[in-house]
């Protein structure tokens, strides 16, 4: 088999089998296949896209490019959420907990990442002593004992999409949905789900900005998923403003707890039960959204899903005290309130800025050696909708630095209040094909 003829069978608009797929994958990892010719094939899938069976495909031949995770010892079916990322999504804190409290097991490999805040883990550091370097066989025995434990990511996963990544990044062939959602799928099969609850963010703060962007590539990887044995269901849902209240890594772990006692904001509560349904079902502890979205609801009222969490952070290390005491989280030296110039209904919150503004704050990282600041943030106190007077509180700037001219001057960029009222849209689309 030759690379030239698989970029031109492609080029010309025709589908690349099983085998052509695969050697263009073992020969790019391996160094066979130069980035030139690898590129020129992205670009060519750029333009002529991809069916269903070269999609499936491609996902699989870049799982088993490097290791896959085995979570065979652990009972029960593993689910796994993902979410293509936003601006203070506290929504994997609250799950991993209220779900495992209904009895499905929570087996969560996460990452530190760049961005506006911290990853999941960066977030559960604010919690004193708890930790992810966990070995093999405990994760194994917390998740069967306790339903829900995190490890820190380990492992050589899927090498193909790292480098086919970092190509795409620097050859204009990120926007492809056959590509961005082979990525996505592929990272996710490596690290052991069963099946997948993808939650597919839209608006500014959002990797696709548009509605018919997203529901495309929801699309894409729902099928993905089922054509390769992976029940997969995916939610659109809205990040045209920040997700809750609080953006920032404690903030957003108070956040998380707040929620978990049943007090939190309505948006993340919704899109909690929403997610966390379809988990339910995926793991066969309901027959129907409806039913596991009562089971949700019970667990949050009777306490089990904070039991839940407060064992969590036990079994890894962690002051759990700090669920009743939230003052023993990091806490910032300033906190600085931002005032509305003008009365009148809050019509924009434009989240990819205020995540700007967090990170100006130190709450997240630029590059993989940047430290981050745990106790800063931002907590909205009006969202999209809201009623505000001119001199009241749109946020507090939580910072330890007094200066926050540059913060202030970016959240000026980031907010309109206006006089005729908008009502926002949380859950734009449930996908299950
Ligand atoms: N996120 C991914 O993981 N992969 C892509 O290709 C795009 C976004
Ligand atoms: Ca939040």
Do not use: C, W
Request: no cysteine; charged share 20%.
């Amino acid at each position: 088999m030759r690379m030239i003829d698989i970029i031109e069978k492609k080029r010309d608009g025709h589908a690349l089998t099983t085998e052509e797929i695969n050697f263009f994958i073992e020969g790019y990892v391996n160094g066979d296949i130069p980035d030139y010719q690898a590129s020129s094939l992205a670009m060519a899938i750029y333009f002529q896209d991809m069916n269903d069976d070269e999609r499936a495909a491609l996902t699989m031949a870049m799982v088993n490019s490097g290791d896959v995770i085995d979570l065979s010892a652990i009972n029960g079916i593993k689910v796994d959420k993902h979410s293509t990322g936003g601006v203070g999504d506290t929504t994997t804190l609250v799950l991993a907990p209220l779900v495992a409290a209904v009895g499905v097991p929570v087996a969560k490999m996460s990452g530190r990442g760049l961005g506006h805040t911290g990853g999941t883990i960066d977030k559960l550091e604010s919690i004193d002593g708890f930790h992810v370097e966990i070995e093999e066989d405990t994760f194994v025995k917390l998740v069967n004992d306790n339903k829900v434990a995190v490890v820190g990511q380990s492992g050589n996963l899927t090498p193909a999409d790292k480098k086919l990544y970092a190509l795409r990044d620097v050859t204009g062939t990120v926007n492809s949905i056959p590509l961005i959602a082979s990525s996505i799928m592929s990272k996710k099969i490596a690290a052991g789900a069963d099946a997948i609850v993808l939650d597919v963010k839209t608006g500014s703060g959002a990797f696709m900005k548009t509605l018919a962007d997203s529901e495309a590539l929801a699309h894409a990887m729902v099928r993905i998923g089922n054509n390769v044995g992976r029940k997969t269901m995916a939610i659109i849902s809205d990040m045209d403003q920040p997700l809750g209240r609080a953006i920032g890594n404690a903030l957003e772990l108070q956040e998380a707890i707040d929620t978990l006692k049943g007090k939190g904001p309505e948006d993340l509560t919704e899109l909690v039960l929403t997610l966390g349904s379809q988990m339910v079902v995926l793991a066969q502890q309901a027959e129907t959204l409806d039913e596991a979205r009562a089971k949700l609801q019970q667990a949050i009222q009777s306490g089990a899903a904070l039991d839940k969490f407060k064992q969590f952070i036990i079994n890894q290390g962690g002051d759990a005290t700090i669920v009743d005491h939230p003052e023993k989280l990091p806490q910032a030296t300033y906190q600085i309130e931002y005032q509305a110039q003008q009365s009148g209904y809050v019509t924009q919150l434009i989240s990819n800025n205020i995540g700007v503004a967090s990170m100006m704050l130190g709450a997240g990282r630029l590059t993989k050696e940047d430290d981050i600041d745990l106790a800063v943030g931002i907590v909205l106190n009006k969202k999209i909708g809201d009623k505000v007077e001119q001199g009241e509180s749109l946020l507090t700037i939580h910072s330890n630095r007094q200066n926050v001219d540059d913060v202030l001057q970016k959240l000026d960029e980031s907010i309109t209040i206006s006089n005729n009222n908008v009502s926002p849209t949380l859950i734009h689309k449930i996908i299950t094909d």
